[in-house]
């Protein structure tokens, strides 16, 4: 792991379980999602997995498919997490922990401005200049976002602040759910080094609500089109933060010449604009990456960290300033798309529209070997649903039993424990539930077969769904609830933990109790 040989560590098991205790740097992939997302965080098929669970036994159940999608370098940690915790090797807790660091790391480093929530709120109260914006997604600032703040996603910023600071003595007050984004965000404006006072919301939303403060729920602001003095600002910032920070560009040319070495060396091409500009027309196989949350989420895209990121926008600005933060992160292979899209496109580079919908590998030859039933002909099959758990709560065919998908052949037989009689499995597209009809049909249930379409199809059809965690056969440590859906305490510990995570990920305070 700590070679220089390109290589990715993915943790199979479910996300509450990967959250209480995993693998530095090691990739969260649940074993039910090989399939869906295994081409994308590793797109380069000869690179070396290592792959563990709690004990083992996940990788072994794993490695077919692996095998089957031409991953033929897997390699199991033996003992899985146990005998590395028994070998005295350390874990670390959280989710997306190495962005966490570095956005720790970006606070004590450039010494960034905070300002606490309640000296906000006088602030507000006084009517001051302020523009307080939010750095989070547009759909986390609906929920619940400061008073007054206006949506800009962190990677927009660099782009956006020209057309909502006319003064420059506004002061500019940046804050996100918690630490990181406020972070990287306020570091991003004072990169630009605009005249006005930038400061971060000492934790964020999570420390406006524990301060006894109210957040405005269902907020809608965003800022204004880009004109022409973001975009100057803009264009400004990036050269010299490209020039200051080695940020490479590549041409249309030489990003031809780097998808053609793509099935042997991990290349993502990487959108960072927003979703409607993605949608609008982007480069052909390129993944939308908001700036912002590919910086704060990096492991979500990318499994591989000697692979090459390739990042993409209308020009420079937004594309340059994220993949400076990449490369501070450490990531060692990092360019940008001179000219962005605009520039593809001109020199006769394919685009796409919209927003591609991907099918798991294997599911066309799934979908042909696996008969499919229509809604309200289940006759009296045991129905069963591998949709993660939380979306089973929501709705599900009335009596289906609820099983993971990545522990189906150890956990199935207490749902169906006659393999002779007739088994239905769904989900709420059809998609994984056609998986795990081929699964159960190679373990011995001839009469297992798919709702076709799944629970939507269900409900198209105007049949009644049963809502609840009515029957579940197994743990359901699929879902992560967020610090501020599990109450007070919790967003305290999540703070706090936060606050003193080190270089490798460790704190000396406990985001969960360990199991």
Avoid at 130 to 150: F, H, K, M, Q, S
Avoid at 157 to 176: F, K, M, Q, S
Avoid at 223 to 246: F, H, I, M, T
Avoid at 471 to 496: C, F, I, N, S
Wanted: hydrophobic share 45%.
């Amino acid at each position: 792991m700590a070679g220089s040989e390109p290589h990715a560590v993915l943790d199979l098991r479910e996300r509450a379980a990967y959250e209480r205790g995993h693998v530095f740097r090691a990739t969260s992939l649940p074993r039910r999602l090989l399939e869906l997302r295994l081409p994308g965080l590793v797109p380069a098929r000869g690179t070396p997995l290592a792959v563990y669970d709690a004990d083992g036994a996940l990788p072994t159940l794993a490695r077919p498919t692996l095998e089957a999608m031409g991953y033929t370098d897997v390699r199991p940690l033996a003992g899985g997490l146990e005998a590395w915790r028994a070998a005295g090797r350390p874990v670390v807790q959280g989710l997306n922990v190495p962005s966490k660091v570095f956005g720790e790391q970006a606070l004590h480093a450039h010494g960034t401005p905070q300002i606490a929530p309640r000296e906000l709120q006088a602030r507000i109260d006084r009517g001051d200049d302020l523009v307080i914006v939010d750095a989070r997604t547009p759909e986390e600032y609906a929920r619940g976002c400061i008073p007054g703040a206006i949506s800009v996603p962190g990677g927009e910023l660099v782009l956006r602040i020209g057309e909502l600071v006319a003064r420059p003595d506004t002061t500019i007050v940046v804050h996100c759910g918690g630490r990181t984004r406020s972070y990287i965000g306020a570091e991003s404006l004072r990169r630009m080094r605009l005249p006005n006072p930038v400061v971060a919301l000492e934790n964020g939303t999570m420390g406006w609500d524990l301060a006894g403060l109210t957040l405005e729920r269902g907020a809608a602001r965003r800022a204004p089109p880009v004109g022409a003095r973001g975009r100057a600002l803009g264009a400004l910032a990036a050269e010299r933060v490209a020039a200051e920070d080695g940020v490479r560009r590549v041409s249309p040319d030489e990003l031809r010449a780097l998808g053609a070495r793509a099935a042997r060396e991990n290349l993502h091409v990487l959108d960072v604009r927003t979703a409607e500009e993605y949608e609008a027309g982007h480069v052909a196989g390129a993944v939308w990456a908001p700036g912002g949350q590919l910086v704060q989420a990096t492991d979500e895209y990318v499994a591989v960290r000697a692979a090459t990121l390739l990042l993409v926008c209308d020009g420079l600005a937004r594309s340059v300033l994220t993949g400076a933060w990449l490369m501070r992160m450490g990531y060692p292979n990092v360019a940008v798309l001179a000219g962005g899209v605009a520039a593809w496109a001109a020199a006769g580079g394919a685009l796409e529209h919209g927003c591609p919908a991907a099918l798991p590998w294997g599911f066309t030859a799934a979908r042909a070997e696996v008969p499919a039933v229509a809604p309200g002909d289940l006759g009296d099959a045991t129905v069963l649903c591998v949709d993660p758990s939380d979306v089973y709560a929501r709705g599900h065919v009335p009596g289906a039993a609820w099983l993971c998908r990545s522990r189906l052949e150890l956990t199935v037989a207490a749902a169906a424990p006659d393999r002779s009689r007739p088994v239905v499995v769904t989900c709420a597209d059809g998609l994984a539930s056609t998986l795990a009809a081929q699964t159960l049909r190679r373990l011995g249930y001839p009469g297992a077969r798919v709702l076709d379409g799944g629970t939507r199809a269900w409900e198209r059809a105007g049949l009644a769904v049963e809502r609840g965690a009515t029957r579940l056969l197994d743990t359901a440590d699929d879902v992560v609830q967020k610090p501020y859906d599990r109450g007070r305490e919790a967003m305290e510990r999540y703070l706090r933990w936060e606050a003193h995570l080190d270089a490798e990920g460790r704190s000396p305070y406990e985001l969960l109790p360990r199991t």
